[in-house]
């Protein structure tokens, strides 16, 4: 299975990159700058180096070609101002979906954050922040032509992972690691029955692959 993943270089991309390589996936991940290109090898991802603030839909579904799914894992990250809320946390997310639509890859998952609403009221940053999210989310929920499957994760934490989680419409406010994210979402990845699926993520105690079955089976 290839699977390429937009914002590559990010902490949860690099961790799901392991766990895909690890069992034979073959994996690409789309970066911003050259020298974060020897992290992706090391995780066992072939980097592809696109400005996702600046590319076109069709240079972006080039890249898709041939992709059995696609990942957005992208943020503008902390620190960093509305208007690059607005051109990653949305704008890239909404490029990426519609790429993936023109290059023909059914399979989507989209990495969001608990709360997010594109009728969140408010000026602070993290108010522009899950307005931005809940604006991508949207558009991707609007896409007849993806099978996609929307991840809305707690606060992350650096904490190592249990594998035990709580994955639900609706969780409910609470922590989660950033290796049991991307722990959910490989399974996601091969879970196609998600599709159509937004899901909270906590901590919890169910093992990953079972709550992903779970959801998978409701």
């Known amino acids: 299975m290839r699977i390429v993943i937009a914002g590559g270089h990010g902490q949860i991309a690099l961790r799901l990159e392991k766990l895909l390589s690890a069992r034979g996936d073959e994996v690409?991940?789309?970066?911003?700058?050259?020298?974060?290109?020897?992290?992706?090898?090391?995780?066992?991802?072939?980097?592809?180096?696109?400005?996702?603030?600046?590319?076109?839909?069709?240079?972006?579904?080039?890249?898709?070609?041939?992709?059995?799914?696609?990942?957005?894992?992208?943020?503008?990250?902390?620190?960093?101002?509305?208007?690059?809320?607005?051109?990653?946390?949305?704008?890239?997310?909404?490029?990426?979906?519609?790429?993936?639509?023109?290059?023909?890859?059914?399979?989507?998952?989209?990495?969001?954050s608990m709360g997010a609403d594109p009728r969140h009221e408010g000026d602070e940053i993290f108010d522009v922040y899950l307005?931005?999210?809940?604006?991508?989310?949207?558009?991707?929920?609007?896409?007849?032509?993806?099978?996609?499957?929307?991840?809305?994760?707690?606060?992350?934490?650096?904490?190592p992972g249990t594998g035990l989680v709580r994955l639900e419409a609706h969780t409910g406010r609470g922590a989660v690691s950033r290796d049991d994210v991307a722990a959910v979402l490989a399974e996601l990845v091969d879970t196609p029955a998600t599709a159509g699926l937004t899901l909270e993520l906590i901590g919890g105690s169910t093992p990953a692959s079972v709550a992903v079955k779970s959801v998978a089976g409701n």
């Open 28 to 112: 690409a991940g789309i970066i911003r700058k050259p020298e974060q290109g020897d992290d992706l090898r090391a995780a066992g991802a072939e980097p592809v180096l696109l400005d996702l603030e600046s590319a076109t839909v069709e240079g972006v579904a080039a890249h898709l070609q041939g992709a059995d799914v696609a990942v957005f894992a992208a943020g503008a990250g902390p620190g960093s101002g509305a208007a690059r809320k607005d051109t990653v946390d949305k704008g890239a997310a909404v490029l990426f979906a519609d790429a993936a639509v023109r290059a023909g890859v059914r399979r989507f998952l989209l990495v969001s």
């Open 131 to 159: 307005r931005a999210k809940g604006e991508a989310d949207a558009h991707v929920q609007r896409q007849e032509a993806l099978d996609w499957t929307v991840l809305r994760p707690g606060s992350l934490t650096d904490t």
